[in-house]
């Protein structure tokens, strides 16, 4: 929003799944995000404006602007090995198609076990 935090985030395709979550903390925010490798994901400028947010198992590690409060990233329980990236944060006309998929964040545990696989998949580098 300010412009303060800029990053890069490298995809293998412009075709990106989205996961729509339904936690607490998503739905409030109506964050929508993709997940990628760490190794994919570098913070330009603007490191030091982050602020960071945890609650509940302490393993997702929300990051805020300190200026405008916008989380434009942060580390997901579901993919501790990789950053998931609030979709709406990105430069217009980076993304060509998308496919929105529902991660039942109110049911972490069940939605993992029985679906998880698909997001989990999201943080493992094709190296």
Do not use: M
Not at 99 to 106: A, C, E, H, L, M
């Amino acid at each position: 929003h300010c412009g303060k935090i800029r990053f890069q985030c490298q995809t293998s395709t412009t075709f990106l799944t989205v996961w729509d979550c339904n936690c607490s903390d998503c739905r409030l925010r109506k964050n929508a995000h993709f997940v990628v490798p760490k190794s994919c994901f570098q913070i330009n400028s603007g490191g030091n404006n982050l602020t960071e947010y945890r609650w509940g198992t302490g393993t997702a590690r929300h990051y805020f602007c300190a200026t405008c409060g916008i989380s434009p990233f942060y580390i997901p329980r579901s993919n501790p090995d990789g950053y998931a990236i609030t979709f709406v944060c990105l430069d217009a006309g980076t993304v060509s198609n998308v496919d929105i998929r529902r991660f039942d964040g109110r049911h972490w545990e069940d939605f993992i076990e029985a679906e998880g696989k698909d997001i989990k998949a999201c943080s493992l580098g094709s190296d």
